[in-house]
């Protein structure tokens, strides 16, 4: 057990004390983001296909999927990636980023799923300009990262086991 009361624990995200875990984040995340969005577009001509078969087989019914087919491709994407043991999504793999809860854990799929609907509902609602909250964050944050707790920092450079 640690002595250390909640009033004298250092932050480790400080941004003033570590600006190296938030240098590049905002730029790379918008290029993380393409290669997701075309990572889930080809998942979803996969899950098209898919669904296209299923519609033949049930006589049409199938078809119905189609409506929802690429919301649950890229809900389910985001959950079980940015939710998973790496903590990010193959786009924000490739650019060296992970994202983690306010006091250092792993996110989770359900918190994943809810970033995932918490970013679209606010782009969509608010306008893209609640993308300009990032500029003001001292974290490079933005409003769906401040809302949940979450926060997008560099990945530590992986070991090598000796």
């Not at 649950?72 to 790496?86: E, H, M, R, S």
Request: glycine letters at 8%; charged letters at 15%; proline letters at 6%.
């Amino acid at each position: 057990m640690s002595t250390e009361s909640a009033e004298t624990r250092v932050d480790i995200y400080d941004p003033l004390t570590r600006p190296e875990l938030f240098d590049g984040v905002r730029s790379r995340r918008v290029f993380a983001f393409f290669i997701d969005v075309i990572a889930i577009a080809i998942l979803t001509v996969g899950a098209g296909i898919l669904v296209f078969v299923l519609g033949i087989f049930t006589l049409g019914l199938g078809w119905l999927l189609y409506a929802i087919l690429w919301q649950t491709v890229a809900l389910a994407y985001c959950a079980f990636t940015l939710g998973g043991p790496n903590a990010a999504t193959p786009g924000m793999r490739a650019m060296g980023l992970e994202m983690r809860l306010w006091y250092g854990a792993k996110p989770y799929p359900l918190l994943a799923a809810m970033h995932s609907i918490l970013f679209w509902f606010s782009v969509a609602i608010i306008t893209p300009l609640v993308l300009l909250v990032t500029f003001f964050s001292d974290r490079k944050r933005l409003l769906h990262d401040m809302i949940l707790g979450t926060l997008v920092m560099n990945a530590p450079a992986p070991t090598r086991p000796d």
